[in-house]
């Protein structure tokens, strides 16, 4: 347990419908990341966030994904209008950045989303 | 596209032998980090490298990183089949951003 958690783990939608996972980062974490990881590739980048402050969003895959961290604690990744190639898992990951510096990562266990 | 790229892309060895695994990348870099994947699992750090380091140990782990080849190597002593997983390279830009390869899939057989 490396003291990042993802709620839920699994997910089944329909297509269509929208979902949404939470994550909670490690408290004393300033970075929160969110990657997309499918079968025997790496975890590829979405997203991040320094406090409550989303410094890149340009590769979240479309405009149906968007993702917040209200008070700079938990972050929420949403999915609108979920297509089948959206199945994947969802990992979450928080670190502790200091000036120019960014220290490693440490991983939530992910949510499997299944989209039928 | 991803950034780094892991070589080999799966690897077989018996217990007691030493592991090694390449990871190329393309641009400049804050830093490189090494990260393990269980099956089914979330993933793990392992090792940070400096871009102004050369080598770097833990334990059983040995890091390398040359700048001017773009490339680092992982090598795992004295293997166990505990230490079966996929393990991954992750580049760290130098605007923050994490770049991470295909992964190697290592077998450590009994």
């Known amino acids: 347990d490396t003291g990042v958690s993802q709620n839920p783990r699994h997910k089944i939608t329909k297509r269509g419908q929208n979902v949404t996972f939470r994550c909670d980062p490690i408290?004393?974490?300033?970075?929160l990341y969110w990657y997309r990881q499918t079968l025997g590739q790496g975890p590829e980048f979405l997203t991040y966030?320094?406090?409550?402050?989303?410094?890149?969003k340009s590769r979240l895959l479309s405009d149906r994904f968007s993702a917040e961290r209200p008070k700079g604690s938990f972050s929420t990744l949403e999915i609108q209008r979920t297509e089948q190639g959206d199945s994947a898992m969802y990992l979450c990951?928080?670190?502790?950045?200091?000036?120019?510096?960014?220290?490693?990562?440490?991983f939530g266990p992910g949510t499997r989303l299944t989209v039928t | 596209s991803q950034q780094g790229e892991e070589d080999p892309q799966a690897l077989s060895i018996q217990e007691g032998e030493n592991a090694t695994m390449n990871c190329s990348y393309k641009?400049?870099?804050?830093?490189l980090q090494w990260y393990r994947q269980n099956s089914g699992r979330g993933l793990v750090h392992l090792i940070l490298?400096?871009?102004?380091?050369r080598e770097k140990h833990s334990g059983r782990l040995r890091v390398t990183l040359d700048t001017s080849k773009k490339s680092s190597s992982l090598l795992i002593t004295a293997s166990r089949a505990a230490d079966t997983a996929s393990y991954f390279c992750?580049?760290?830009?130098?605007?923050?951003?994490?770049?991470f390869g295909t992964g190697t899939s290592l077998t450590v057989i009994p």
């Open positions: 990951a928080s670190s502790l950045a200091v000036w120019t510096e960014t220290y490693e990562q440490y």
């Open positions: 408290s004393e974490h300033n970075r």
């Open positions: 490298i400096r871009s102004n380091e």
């Open positions: 966030f320094q406090n409550e402050a989303q410094l890149e």
């Open positions: 992750a580049t760290v830009s130098l605007g923050n951003q994490f770049y």
């Open positions: 641009t400049s870099i804050n830093n």
